[in-house]
Antibody
Framework: EEQLLESGGGLVQPGGSLRLSCAAS????????MGWVRQAPGKGLEWVSS????????YYADSVKGRFTISRDNPKNTLYLQMNSLRAEDTAVYYC????????????WGQGTLVTVSS | QSVLTQPPSVSGAPGQRVTVSCTGT?????????VHWYQHLPGTAPKLLIY???NRPSGVPDRFSGSKSGTSASLAITGLQAEDEANYYC??????????FGGGTQLTVL
């Protein structure tokens, strides 16, 4: 059974950094593109970033471009999101999802990890 | 302001049929990009309901169906059940903005 487990969320001050991780199991991780989606309090889903199965292709929403970096370690079956220069508006639950790449649907999602940016 | 427009809420009585619309433009749905639908209960992982406009993943009841025409798509739920009460999101691709979601629709089962 496919499983995704996010970690690394927490409270961080504006301008700070945080690295989220998403541990995958139950499927051949390297064969699938992956992505991050977030949901701010009281808001809808917002796509953040996607990465190809090999890691060679990466895409970002304009709202995070230049501040966030998506990466993956296929031998460790882990997806990452490095978040720098965090702002209050980045406060959200961050979900990782399989297959979320360009026109494809996100097949499986994790439970999410909460990131709070506040002083 | 989401690129894809959904009604904020819809409601229906148990057993009834409801539809959720998702309206885009010529740069996303109208350009021929596929539409996908998700069900999301607060505090849980979103679940894929419909992929590539009208396809159901294994395990999704056939009470859920999707369609697409022109610059819009729709999710239909028949035989409404209390457990269907959730938020529903459409997703597509936009030639300028990459992956895009609708603003979400809250379904209330009366």
């Amino acid at each position: 059974e496919e499983q995704l487990l996010e970690s690394g969320g927490g409270l961080v001050q504006p301008g700070g950094s945080l690295r989220l991780s998403c541990a995958a199991s139950g499927f051949t991780f390297s064969k699938y593109a992956m992505g991050w989606v977030r949901q701010a309090p009281g808001k809808g889903l917002e796509w953040v970033s996607s990465i190809s199965g090999s890691g060679g292709g990466t895409y970002y929403a304009d709202s995070v471009k230049g501040r966030f970096t998506i990466s993956r370690d296929n031998p460790k079956n882990t997806l990452y999101l490095q978040m720098n220069s965090l702002r209050a508006e980045d406060t959200a639950v961050y979900y990782c999802a399989t297959n979320l790449f360009i026109t494809a649907a996100a097949s499986y999602w994790g439970q999410g990890t909460l990131v709070t940016v506040s002083s | 302001q989401s690129v894809l427009t959904q009604p904020p809420s819809v409601s229906g009585a148990p057993g009834q049929r409801v539809t959720v619309s998702c309206t885009g433009t010529s740069s996303n749905i109208g350009a021929g990009y596929d539409v996908h639908w998700y069900q999301h209960l607060p505090g849980t992982a979103p679940k894929l309901l419909i992929y590539r406009n009208d396809n159901r993943p294994s395990g999704v009841p056939d009470r859920f169906s999707g369609s697409k025409s022109g610059t819009s798509a729709s999710l239909a739920i028949t035989g409404l059940q209390a457990e269907d009460e959730a938020n529903y999101y459409c997703q597509s691709y936009d030639s300028s903005l990459n992956v895009v979601f609708g603003g979400g629709t809250q379904l209330t089962v009366l």
